[in-house]
């Protein structure tokens, strides 16, 4: 006896591969609406070039740009976004050569150029959206939130690491009062 079933169709299609840079420009496109909700504004937008602008282009002072987002004038943070890196563990907060320290680093630097201070935002697939912030900005206030302590092994030649950092949801972070985004 013959079968006569088509089994071709059961066999599952793999998934296409999904361009890094167009998943971090739809991540910032969405942390730019967040924003923009919370603040009840329009400034929040992606920058041109994801960030590089700044460094990449002879431009006078006053209109380069620092990080993935261009905020508004007195909105105290210059932020990188960063998603996907799956790989990044919690136990990675204690390897000075993680990912997670890079962020915090480029961030920083950032920060400093556009004299405002760092915030990183990062989700991994299918994740909460996180954020990295300077303890001293309004922690005491949060629900929830890990303390992030870079000890002296984690600061390099090259490194502006200073004090500890608040690692939190972003939407916990969000819940904060004005007065600690706006200056």
Same mark, same amino acid.
């Given at each position: ?5 088509? +089994? ?19 991540? %910032?496109? =969405?942390? !730019?609406?967040?924003?923009? %909700?919370?603040? @009840?504004?329009?400034? &929040? ?18 209109? =380069? ?15 990188? !976004? ?10 990675? *907060?204690?390897?000075? @050569?993680?990912?997670?320290?890079? &962020? *915090?680093? /480029? ?5 400093? =150029?556009?004299? @405002?201070?760092? +915030?990183? *935002? &990062? /989700? /991994?697939? $299918? /994740?909460?959206? +996180?954020?990295?912030? @300077?303890?001293?900005?309004? &922690?005491?206030?949060? =629900? ?15 490194? *502006?690491? $200073? ?7 972003? %939407? ?12």
């Amino acid at each position: 006896m013959n079968d006569n079933f088509d +089994l071709k169709n059961l066999k599952k299609k793999k998934a296409g591969r999904i361009n890094s840079g167009a998943k971090g420009r739809g991540f %910032e496109r =969405k942390i !730019c609406k967040i924003l923009n %909700e919370r603040f @009840k504004t329009k400034e &929040f937008n992606r920058a041109p070039g994801s960030g590089a602008y700044a460094t990449t282009h002879a431009i006078p002072d006053e209109y =380069k740009i620092y990080g993935d987002i261009i905020t508004p004038k007195n909105f105290k943070f210059c932020i990188e !976004c960063k998603k996907g890196y799956n790989g990044i563990k919690i136990s990675d *907060i204690f390897n000075k @050569k993680s990912k997670l320290w890079d &962020f *915090i680093e /480029q961030s920083e630097k950032d920060a400093k =150029k556009s004299e @405002k201070e760092p +915030l990183i *935002i &990062f /989700q /991994q697939d $299918r /994740q909460n959206i +996180l954020c990295i912030v @300077k303890s001293c900005y309004g &922690f005491g206030y949060l =629900k929830e939130y890990t303390v992030i302590y870079p000890g002296d092994d984690t600061i390099t030649n090259h490194s *502006i690491h $200073r004090g500890s950092y608040v690692l939190t949801k972003l %939407e916990t972070y969000l819940e904060l009062n004005d007065y600690y985004f706006l200056g």
